[in-house]
């Protein structure tokens, strides 16, 4: 994969595919952005998996928080990770041993660790990186089209309410099409 | 689309960029919600629409979906990441600075600029404590030369209002990335159609809507564009962006929305305190002019090099301004920045002075004598005896508008009707 730039569809297919995310490097701080993307994931119907060995054991909008990735006592499809660039590595080998293996690795903006993708993509994950999922899931679904951002997407189909409210939007198309 | 990773062409982000289909209504034109604001899904939504950790809608000084159509639109045309659309060019201007200055610091800014601009930056913007220090864009090391420790921004016109004059935009945002600050574009008279200023170095972008944007001389509107380009942290130069908020419990805007963080502070900052928002009407009419943009922006230069050739030679006319003429001052920047055509705007200077200006703007008949440009119809206007009245004549000639000057916005009607009109005002 070409961490330059990543095609929509490849996005779209991660973020319409996983459903259980661990976030590592979660802050309880709620105006951090680790906080924005916990919070947005889970009201778009993600289960969220707070990771911070100093919270670990308390409850964050309902969700136990873990000291550690091998910790979690369910499978995890992506692993969400809010550490700098040098800190990936440990992290990626700490998902590989997971049983059964995420499917993906996903690190926030400026965070990027080439050798850590790599590491995860021999293993068979898709990674992404220096990118966000919140910012992600509202280009693809449009909801970021409200507050003026280039989704840098056009179509002729109109965009599906999630349901749960007028200001919720999901990944696919009205009329039940995904768009990939 | 169905081929998802084909990069789509201008004209076609023209017509379609920020305008998919209205998820509720399935509306295939742009509505206009005319609402002043919009029912929370619950308290939880409510809390996190305040708090910036969804993207939604609150309230139209904030936001509006019809001009967020706007904002997408005019930030895809240009290549930036973000667009904030305000009530008039003028308003996104105070954005920007409000969002990059505190009293004290200083801007530069070209002298060839939009008289209005001109006046909002040595005397609004100074009572504000925003200093400008005017530099020559015929000598780009004034620019150079002007950058101090206080310096906060570089604004230019990419096509200056009115003499149709380029400006050379990349090194002079070579000289901003040296300073490390922001290099601002004014591309009201060329449009991206023309120019897009990010190419060349822009990290902002600024219009007035009201002009060729828009198109039609209905509304008044202004937008402000991202480029995505500026490192707002690496300095610390730019509280507003690198430092925890107060306004919202000590988000730090940068890094929480990364490359398109200018224009939510513009947002969430600028247009929620000052206010300035655009009336969701005049976004529907300026989205609707922009579909047209690419077809009429070609026509408008055409017209006007037809224009400028005619007037270059006629007995009445000393001179011609406008960098579309083969043998203009500014022909060579012009062929680089703006190749397809220099714009409609130029000034021209009548053989009889004041007098002739006067009768000029008195005996069009096509012509409609108004104080706008970037109207489908063709325009004039005497600055020394309207706009610039108040000024000595010395001073009406520094600023380009001497009392033999008209200005001239040339529309998009036959243009055999343009010159003919012309002919007979300066001949009557
Ligand atoms: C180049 C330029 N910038 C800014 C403005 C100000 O825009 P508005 O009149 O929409 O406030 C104008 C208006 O004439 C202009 O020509």
Same mark, same amino acid.
């Given at each position: 994969?070409n961490?330059d730039s ?6 779209? /297919?991660?973020?319409? *595919? ?7 490097g979660?802050s309880?701080? *709620? *105006? #951090?952005p ?10 778009? /119907?993600f289960?969220v998996?707070p990771?911070?060995?100093g919270?670990a054991g308390?409850?964050?909008l309902?969700?136990t928080c ?7 006592p369910?499978?995890i499809?992506m692993?969400d990770?809010f550490?700098a660039s040098?800190?990936?590595m440990?992290?990626?080998?700490d998902a ?7 499917q993906?690795?996903?690190t926030?903006l400026t965070? #990027? ?6 590491v995860?993509?021999?293993? /068979?994950?898709?990674v992404?990186m220096n990118?966000c999922?919140?910012?992600e899931?509202g ?7 409200w507050?003026g951002?280039?989704?840098r997407?056009?179509?002729n ?5 999630l349901g749960?409210g007028?200001?919720r939007? /999901?990944l ?6 995904k768009?990939? | 689309?169905?081929?998802a990773?084909?990069?789509p ?6 017509i379609h ?5 209205d ?6 034109a742009?509505?206009?919600y005319?609402?002043?604001s919009y029912v929370f899904d619950?308290v939880?939504?409510?809390a ?12 139209t000084?904030?936001g509006?979906p019809t001009c967020?159509?706007l904002e997408?639109r005019v ?11 305000v009530a008039?060019?003028?308003a ?13 610091d200083?801007?530069i800014a070209s002298?060839?600029l939009y008289?209005?601009s001109?006046?909002q930056?040595n ?12 530099a020559?864009?015929?000598?780009i090391?004034s620019?150079?030369?002007a950058?101090t420790? $206080?310096t906060?921004a ?6 200056a ?8 935009l ?7 990335? $040296? ?5 601002i ?11 897009k200023p ?5 990290d902002?972008?600024v219009?007035?809507?009201t002009?060729?944007l828009g198109?039609h001389g209905?509304s008044?509107?202004g ?10 942290s ?7 962006l ?10 730090v805007l940068?890094e929480?929305?990364?490359n ?7 947002r969430?900052?600028?247009?929620r305190d000052?206010?300035p928002?655009l ?6 009419l300026?989205s609707t002019?922009?579909e047209t943009?690419?077809?009429r922006?070609q026509?408008h230069?055409d017209n006007?090099l ?9 007995p009445n006319?000393a001179?011609?301004?406008y960098g ?12 680089k920045?703006?190749?397809?055509g220099?714009?409609?705007v130029m ?6 002075g004041?007098d002739a200006?006067v ?7 096509l ?14 206007i005497?600055p ?13 000639t520094k ?6 000057v008209?200005?001239?916005s ?5 243009k055999?009707?343009?010159i003919?009109d ?7």
């Amino acid at each position: 994969m070409n961490h330059d730039s990543y095609p929509d569809t490849y996005i779209r /297919g991660i973020l319409n *595919t996983v459903k259980t995310v661990a976030m590592v490097g979660f802050s309880p701080n *709620t *105006t #951090r952005p680790s906080y924005f993307v916990f919070k947005y994931l889970l009201e778009r /119907g993600f289960k969220v998996i707070p990771i911070n060995p100093g919270q670990a054991g308390k409850e964050f909008l309902g969700q136990t928080c873990y000291a550690a990735l091998n910790d979690v006592p369910e499978p995890i499809d992506m692993v969400d990770i809010f550490r700098a660039s040098e800190h990936v590595m440990p992290i990626v080998e700490d998902a590989l041993k997971l049983q059964p293996k995420p499917q993906v690795i996903w690190t926030q903006l400026t965070v #990027r660790n080439d050798e850590a993708a790599a590491v995860a993509e021999a293993a /068979g994950l898709k990674v992404v990186m220096n990118r966000c999922p919140k910012i992600e899931y509202g280009r693809l679904s449009s909801e970021i089209s409200w507050m003026g951002i280039n989704s840098r997407t056009l179509s002729n189909k109109r965009a599906q309410n999630l349901g749960g409210g007028f200001q919720r939007m /999901g990944l696919g198309e009205a009329g039940g099409k995904k768009n990939d | 689309m169905a081929d998802a990773e084909r990069i789509p062409g201008f004209d076609t982000l023209a017509i379609h960029a920020g305008a998919k289909p209205d998820p509720t209504t399935g509306a295939r034109a742009t509505p206009i919600y005319q609402t002043a604001s919009y029912v929370f899904d619950d308290v939880d939504h409510a809390a996190s629409l305040f708090g910036l950790q969804a993207f939604g809608n609150i309230y139209t000084r904030i936001g509006n979906p019809t001009c967020a159509v706007l904002e997408e639109r005019v930030a895809a045309l240009e290549g930036g990441t973000a667009g904030l659309a305000v009530a008039s060019g003028h308003a996104a201007q105070v954005l920007v600075m409000q969002a990059l200055l505190m009293p004290g610091d200083e801007f530069i800014a070209s002298r060839k600029l939009y008289g209005g601009s001109i006046n909002q930056f040595n005397h609004a913007f100074k009572s504000f404590g925003w200093n400008v220090v005017w530099a020559d864009p015929d000598d780009i090391s004034s620019f150079e030369r002007a950058v101090t420790p $206080k310096t906060k921004a570089i604004f230019v016109e990419s096509i200056a209002n009115p003499g149709g004059t380029v400006t050379d935009l990349e090194p002079i945002g070579a000289i901003a990335r $040296k300073a490390g600050v922001p290099f601002i574009v004014d591309n009201t008279l060329a449009t991206p159609y023309l120019c897009k200023p990010i190419d060349f170095g822009a990290d902002i972008v600024v219009h007035s809507l009201t002009k060729f944007l828009g198109g039609h001389g209905n509304s008044i509107g202004g937008i402000i564009i991202d480029a995505g380009t500026f490192n707002w942290s690496r300095d610390k130069k730019y509280p507003m962006l690198c430092e925890p908020r107060p306004e919202y419990a000590g988000i730090v805007l940068h890094e929480t929305f990364g490359n398109f963080a200018f224009a939510i502070a513009c947002r969430v900052l600028g247009l929620r305190d000052l206010g300035p928002a655009l009336s969701p009407f005049n976004a529907f009419l300026i989205s609707t002019g922009i579909e047209t943009l690419p077809l009429r922006m070609q026509r408008h230069c055409d017209n006007a090099l037809a224009v400028a050739d005619f007037l270059s030679t006629h007995p009445n006319v000393a001179w011609v301004s406008y960098g579309g003429l083969a043998g203009d001052k500014y022909h060579g920047l012009a062929k680089k920045y703006v190749p397809k055509g220099c714009g409609a705007v130029m000034t021209v200077g009548l053989k009889g002075g004041y007098d002739a200006g006067v009768k000029l703007v008195s005996n069009v008949k096509l012509f409609s004598h108004l104080a706008n440009i970037g109207d489908t119809k063709s325009l004039i206007i005497h600055p020394a005896s309207t706009t610039h009245r108040q000024l000595s004549d010395e001073q009406k000639t520094k600023a380009g508008a001497g009392p033999d000057v008209v200005r001239l916005s040339i529309g998009i009607e036959d243009k055999a009707d343009i010159i003919a009109d012309l002919d007979q005002g300066l001949r009557a």
